[in-house]
């Protein structure tokens, strides 16, 4: 037999497609050529599978004078990646006769080094899912891959460290015993070493409370020194920790930038400087990589100095605030990637900060406060959750204040009130596997499921009127305060949680 055919997969965005590997082998001047639209990754594997085979053992096809093709089908799929290495060379020792077995149910992944060791690849969380999808019961990935492999159940999964040990398994000559699924969801975590204390801002404090609970979005706006940094880093603590299911949609991400990674416990926390560029901050590029937006899922997205990132970059976050998912197309591919996270933001009210302070005299000219507002358009304010203007806190001068911090009692405390809360929205989602929070709640949720007083009801519409709100700010307002009610465990939402909610709301609305 001098043709054979494997079944693989290529990775596209977050998601593996089904591919063909077919082999034909004939007798002739030495030649090996990878043909179906492949980049220089996957054709340089040709030098690195020569080299393997003669290292592993087996007859180097430069010595047999063969004339190989490989063809990777659909054709007009674009092939990226080293992680073809292992099956090109199984389809290989397939067509040669060097396996005598059926290869049929085999999916592997790998890329090869020049003495045949099995190395990690990118995606391998997204290419277990993929193999499930396509209904195989065994699959072979490199070595290093343990303890991701580790969290997916409904599979058979083979480690190997090498393409020797791999023939000789599927050869019948050794055996590889079957990786055992752990559950991590009962194992303790570190929870962040950093101890963050905060004196004072007792308003800023109630809003990421209200922000980490509901998972809305925060912008922190006021002059330099006044902790609206410290803020928004000592919201990651208060977060629970990351459910199975969020643990390997987390992991799997990040798995399509790194070879290897820890399966991720805690909720993630990214904060981009703001220089980086629009295609960073949303992804893209070739081959079209996942950006901040993507690494924040079930996160945190901190954007520090917002008013001095590009305006486009910032523009590019309506739609994923609003649709938790980041939408990018390539010629004839669209990739979808998942971004639900909770932004905060913080940033000064003018170039020298001191804008309506009550510290220093604001050296800004009208001119330059002018552009540099016009940075944050109406629509994407609109589209925020809760504004804080933070001012410094002359309380925390005080002799005794200095004594006072957050300690770990109030840490917890405070982590317990948010996880109730948390547990009380997805105790009224239960019917909807997509939303689990208020900040995602649609207009038609809030109309069903939020128990509105009726004189709530009364204000918040005399409120909407007098404040000419839009639409989305009239239910971002009723979002937030349905959070303020799980807060305080109450069943409906009354007068006081819709004065507290529009007490948050955007000054520019």
């Given at each position: 037999m001098h043709f054979s055919i494997l079944k693989s997969g290529v990775l596209s965005g977050l998601r593996f497609q089904p591919i063909q590997i077919e082999v034909d082998v004939s007798t002739g001047l030495f030649s090996f050529t990878i043909v179906g639209l492949p980049?220089?990754?996957?054709?340089?594997?040709?030098?690195?599978?020569?080299?393997a085979l003669k290292n592993s053992g087996f007859d180097s096809p430069k010595t047999k004078n063969q004339k190989i093709v490989v063809s990777l089908a659909p054709a007009h799929t674009r092939k990226e990646g080293s992680s073809l290495d292992l099956p090109i060379t199984l389809s290989y020792l397939k067509a040669v006769g060097t396996i005598q077995t059926s290869i049929d149910d085999i999916l592997c992944i790998g890329e090869l080094s020049l003495t045949g060791e099995v190395k990690s690849c990118k995606g391998i969380l997204p290419f277990l899912k993929f193999a499930i999808d396509q209904k195989f019961k065994k699959v072979f990935i490199p070595f290093d891959h343990k303890e991701e492999a580790e969290l997916i159940q409904g599979i058979e999964i083979f480690l190997v460290k090498n393409l020797k040990q791999l023939v000789d398994h599927i050869q019948g000559t050794d055996h590889i015993h079957p990786l055992v699924y752990r559950d991590v969801t009962d194992e303790s975590i570190d929870e962040p070493s950093e101890n963050i204390k905060i004196i004072g801002q007792e308003i800023a404090k109630r809003a990421l409370i209200i922000a980490a609970a509901g998972g809305h979005s925060l912008?922190?706006?006021?002059?330099?020194?006044?902790?609206?940094?410290?803020l928004a880093k000592s919201i990651q603590p208060l977060l629970p920790k990351l459910s199975i299911d969020e643990c390997i949609e987390t992991t799997s991400i990040y798995s399509l930038i790194q070879n290897t990674v820890q399966p991720i416990r805690l909720s993630p926390f990214r904060s981009p400087h703001h220089r980086t560029t629009t295609t960073s901050l949303i992804g893209g590029g070739v081959p079209v990589r996942p950006g901040e937006l993507t690494l924040a899922h079930n996160g945190i997205l901190f954007l520090d100095e917002l008013a001095e990132f590009d305006r486009e970059a910032l523009e590019s976050l309506r739609e994923p605030l609003e649709e938790h998912t980041v939408r990018i197309s390539r010629g004839k591919y669209t990739h979808d990637f998942p971004a639900n996270f909770i932004l905060i933001a913080a940033?000064?009210?003018?170039?020298?900060?001191?804008?309506?302070?009550?510290?220093?005299?604001?050296?800004?000219?009208?001119?330059k406060i002018q552009q540099y507002q016009k940075k944050l358009s109406g629509p994407f304010i609109d589209r925020i959750d809760l504004w804080v203007n933070v001012e410094r806190d002359i309380e925390i001068y005080k002799k005794d204040s200095l004594l006072k911090s957050q300690d770990t009692h109030e840490l917890l405390e405070t982590k317990k009130i948010i996880l109730k809360a948390r547990s009380t929205q997805k105790t009224r989602y239960k019917h909807n596997?997509?939303?689990?929070?208020?900040?995602?709640?649609?207009?038609?949720?809030?109309?069903?499921?939020?128990?509105?007083?009726?004189?709530?009801?009364?204000?918040?519409?005399?409120?909407?009127?007098?404040?000419?709100?839009?639409?989305?700010?009239?239910?971002?307002?009723?979002?937030?305060?349905?959070?303020?009610?799980?807060?305080?465990q109450t069943k409906n939402v009354r007068v006081a949680h819709i004065l507290e909610a529009l007490s948050f709301r955007p000054r520019r609305d």
């Open positions: 980049d220089k990754t996957v054709e340089e594997s040709r030098e690195r599978i020569i080299a912008i922190l706006c006021g002059p330099p020194g006044t902790g609206k940094t410290l940033f000064n009210p003018c170039p020298c900060g001191y804008r309506e302070s009550h510290i220093e005299k604001c050296t800004c000219s009208a001119h596997k997509t939303l689990q929070l208020n900040s995602s709640a649609l207009p038609s949720h809030c109309e069903s499921l939020f128990n509105l007083d009726p004189e709530a009801e009364r204000v918040l519409k005399q409120a909407a009127q007098n404040m000419n709100m839009s639409l989305r700010s009239f239910h971002k307002v009723l979002k937030v305060a349905r959070t303020i009610a799980d807060i305080e």
